[in-house]
C-alpha cells in the first residue's frame, strides 16, 4: 500500500557531501514521522535522524552537526545530506516512515530497499 524508494548512495571520498532521498507513494492519507536508518556490516541497524510531520528532528550523535533531515510534507519525500562524511559512515541506509493508508485508521511503520554509502578513507 505504501512504498518507499531511496536514492542517491554510492561511494564518496572521507570529508566529502552526500545526499539521500526517499519518496513514499502509494494509498497514502497521511505520514507522521519519517526518518533514516542505517545498518554496518556486522552490526544492527541503528537510528540516524528522524523528522515529524510539524518539522521536530531528532539525531543519532554520532551524526549531529554533520547531517541535517527535512521533509517536503506535500511531496512525501525526506531527505538527508550528510556532509563531512566519515569512513565509519559506510552502511546501508535505509529510509523509515509511519504512514497511515487510505481507508486504515492505524499508522504501519515502512522501511525502503535500503541504498548503500561508502565513505573511502
Known amino acids: 500500500q505504501v512504498q518507499l524508494v531511496e536514492s542517491g548512495g554510492g561511494l564518496v571520498q572521507a570529508g566529502g557531501s552526500r545526499r539521500l532521498s526517499c519518496a513514499a507513494s502509494g494509498s497514502i492519507f497521511s505520514i507522521s514521522a519519517m526518518g533514516w536508518y542505517r545498518q554496518a556490516p556486522g552490526k544492527q541497524r541503528e537510528l540516524v535522524a528522524t523528522?515529524?510531520?510539524?518539522?521536530?528532528?531528532n539525531y543519532a550523535d554520532s551524526v549531529k552537526g554533520r547531517f541535517t533531515i527535512s521533509r517536503d510534507n506535500a511531496n512525501n519525500t525526506v531527505d538527508l545530506q550528510m556532509n563531512t562524511l566519515k569512513p565509519e559512515d559506510t552502511a546501508v541506509y535505509y529510509c523509515n516512515a509511519r504512514a497511515r493508508p487510505v481507508g486504515k485508521v492505524i499508522f504501519y511503520e515502512y522501511w525502503g530497499q535500503g541504498t548503500q554509502v561508502t565513505v573511502s578513507s
Open positions: 523528522i515529524t510531520s510539524g518539522a521536530g528532528t
